[in-house]
């Protein structure tokens, strides 16, 4: 996210505050969330995106796409990850639209393109590590 910029102001007229979600629109904010409960994982756990890739079973070339921008992931890869990463997955629970998009804008938390966080949620470096919030 640039600096300060709501969703809404990102996504520009793509959607109202009123209107139906669209279906990209809950894509992108449960992929973000998921990949932030998935750094702060890793985080908790000291584990980097390498040793992540070993107890999947899969290269960390694999990992790091799974953990891309643009990923969509199945539920039987998420329940991989989190088996994995020694937890289970909380229930997905449906929220009304506007209430929805009122919490993602407070979700969001814009930072430096330089920080190490990004929509307030920790990013791998180079080595697959995850940065710390200092």
Excluded: W
């Amino acid at each position: 996210m640039k600096n300060g910029m709501t969703l809404q102001e990102l996504m520009g007229d793509y959607f109202d505050m009123d209107a139906v979600i669209s279906p990209e629109v809950i894509e992108f904010s449960m992929n973000m969330h998921l990949q932030g409960e998935i750094y702060l994982r890793m985080k908790d756990l000291g584990m980097t995106q390498k040793e992540l890739a070993q107890k999947m079973g899969i290269s960390p070339a694999a990992v790091s796409k799974l953990l891309s921008r643009d990923s969509n992931m199945r539920l039987s890869t998420i329940a991989r990850i989190a088996s994995a990463l020694g937890c289970d997955v909380a229930p997905i629970k449906l929220v009304p639209g506007k209430e929805a998009l009122e919490q993602l804008n407070r979700d969001l938390v814009t930072n430096d393109e330089s920080a190490a966080h990004v929509n307030g949620f920790p990013c791998p470096d180079q080595a697959g590590s995850v940065a710390s919030a200092s």
